[in-house]
C-alpha cells in the first residue's frame, strides 16, 4: 500500500494562512473519518494536532484546522507563527485495519 | 503524566537482532493499543506493528516475519524484537499509544537503531 500523496513544501509568511493536502483512496481516506494530522519538529518526536479529521487535542491551538473531502484530506493553519515551522504528516486509517502515514510536508515560514 | 521511553536502540550488524522497550507512565499498556512506527534518516513515517489490548498482533509487509511486539504488563512496557535486521531497518523508532489505528498519542522520544556493517 502506498503512502499518502502530501505536497513535499509548502510556505508563508507570518500571519497568513496555509493548507497541507494529503490524498489518498476510497480505502483510506476517503473510506473513514479517520484522518490525523501530526507536526513534526527537527530531531523531535511527532506530536498529535488533529484527530478523527477535524478534532484537535486539548492543548493544540485553535488556529490548526482539518478538513476532508472525498479522498484528499486538509490542514489548514491560521495566523501563520514561526514556530509552526516544521514538518506535518497526515495519517488514515485503512481498509487492512492498519494506518498509512503520507509522505510528510515541509512548512517553512518566510 | 502520560509519558512513553524508549530505550534499547544502537548499532548492529546486518543480520543480528535487538529488543527495544518503551516504559509507560501515566496510563496502563494491557488496556491499550500500542505501536511502533519508524522514521529512517531524512524519510517520512513507517507504521511498523501494533499489539491491541487482547493480545492481538500485526505487522508491516517489511517486517513482518522478523520483529514481534510484546508487552509485560508487570512493568507496563511494550517490546520490539528485532530479528534477521537489515541495512533497511535503520531508523528511529518511536512507541506510540494507538487509538485503534485512528491517531497516535502520546509518542516516545524515539530510540536510533543502525544496520551497518
Known amino acids: 500500500q502506498s503512502a499518502l500523496t502530501q505536497p513535499a513544501s509548502v510556505s508563508g509568511s507570518p500571519g497568513q494562512s496555509i493548507t497541507i493536502s494529503c490524498t489518498g483512496t476510497?480505502?483510506?481516506?476517503?473510506?473513514?473519518?479517520?484522518v490525523s494530522w501530526y507536526q513534526q519538529h527537527p530531531g523531535k518526536a511527532p506530536k498529535l494536532m488533529i484527530y478523527?479529521?477535524?478534532n484537535r487535542p486539548s492543548g493544540v491551538s485553535n488556529r490548526f484546522s482539518g478538513s476532508k473531502s472525498g479522498n484528499t484530506a486538509s490542514l489548514t493553519i491560521s495566523g501563520l507563527q514561526a514556530e509552526d515551522e516544521a514538518d506535518y504528516y497526515c495519517?488514515?486509517?485503512?481498509?487492512?485495519?492498519?494506518?498509512?502515514f503520507g509522505g510528510g510536508t515541509k512548512l517553512t515560514v518566510l | 503524566e502520560v509519558q512513553l521511553v524508549e530505550s534499547g536502540g544502537g548499532l548492529i550488524q546486518p543480520g543480528g537482532s535487538l529488543r527495544l522497550s518503551c516504559a509507560a507512565s501515566?496510563?496502563?499498556?494491557?488496556?491499550?493499543?500500542m505501536s511502533w512506527v519508524r522514521q529512517a534518516p531524512g524519510k517520512g513515517l513507517e507504521w511498523v506493528s501494533v499489539?491491541?489490548?487482547?493480545?492481538?498482533?500485526y505487522y508491516a509487509d517489511s517486517v513482518k516475519g522478523r520483529f514481534t511486539i510484546s508487552r509485560d504488563n508487570s512493568k507496563n512496557t511494550l517490546y520490539l524484537q528485532m530479528n534477521s535486521l537489515r541495512a533497511e531497518d535503520t531508523a528511529v523508532y518511536y512507541c506510540?499509544?494507538?487509538?485503534?489505528?485512528?491517531?497516535?498519542?502520546?509518542w516516545g522520544q524515539g530510540t536510533l537503531v543502525t544496520v551497518s556493517s
Open positions: 499489539i491491541y489490548s487482547g493480545g492481538s498482533t
Open positions: 478523527d479529521v477535524s
Open positions: 506510540a499509544r494507538d487509538m485503534g489505528g485512528n491517531w497516535f498519542d502520546p
Open positions: 476510497s480505502s483510506d481516506v476517503g473510506g473513514y473519518n479517520y
Open positions: 501515566g496510563f496502563t499498556v494491557s488496556s491499550n493499543y
Open positions: 495519517s488514515s486509517y485503512t481498509s487492512s485495519s492498519t494506518p498509512i
